[in-house]
């Protein structure tokens, strides 16, 4: 098996309101790439967040009480966690710089995937603009599959990505958090292992080994890959959602 990452470059600074998928396959045809079927684009949360004008100015939010204790716990702007609060259906962790939520789509993040590095300002105060995740990235991740597929007349996976940390580990990784004509989790039970032992337990979380990988490719600072191109993927495609990725409540050990 071969694993192909290719890094997508070219993008311009994207603005609320951009077309995506045309953007890409304008880089894409730049470069001379020769999509096929089964070909994957990882792209990152960012530049979907942006597209979808997901911007915020905190000027324009007011604390509630609650924001204000939790700012109190956490050393953060009352605007921001005011924000965090209305993304998530929980707070699960408070210390001095670390607001741990559970975002409202189901996964458990930091500030519930609220971010402000590489996002510019769209008046104002630089400091006073932050963005929040895709309001539905399977949808998102969706949408850029139809229209990729349309321009190339090929079967394309689309998998949306953010940098989360993870319990009992240091360090943020690349994680998928929206996916579309591709499997989130790879159920091996059954399979025979090298022996031929039975496997019981086995489920690959594919999407976030192949959404780690790309975050290599893409960089965590000013190396503007925000896309990167995937081929030989070692499963095959078929429809998925984020949903397959997250445990369920009364099966996680770690609350």
Known sequence: MTLTLTPVAGLPVIQPGDDLAALIAGVINQA?????DGDIFVIT???????ENRFVDLNHIHASAEAMDVAVKTDKDPRFVELVLRESS????????ALIAEHKLGFVCANAGIDHSNVQSLGGNPE???LLLPENPDSSARKLKNDLEQKYGI????LIIDSHGRAWRNGAVGM???????PGVVDLRGKPDLFGYQLRVTLVAAADELA???????GQADELIPVVHVRGFPYPLREGSMQEL????????FR
């Not at 929980?90 to 710089?97: A, D, E, N, Q």
């Open 32 to 36: 001379k790439l020769i999509l096929q």
């Open 45 to 51: 949360q960012k530049i979907v967040s942006k597209s």
């Open 90 to 97: 929980s707070i699960l962790r408070t210390r001095p710089g």
């Open 128 to 130: 006073d603009w932050v």
């Open 155 to 158: 079967k394309l996976g689309v």
């Open 176 to 182: 998928a958090i929206g996916l579309a004509g591709m």
């Open 212 to 218: 780690a990988a790309a975050s290599l490719v893409m």
């Open 246 to 253: 997250i445990r369920p409540k009364e099966l996680d050990l």
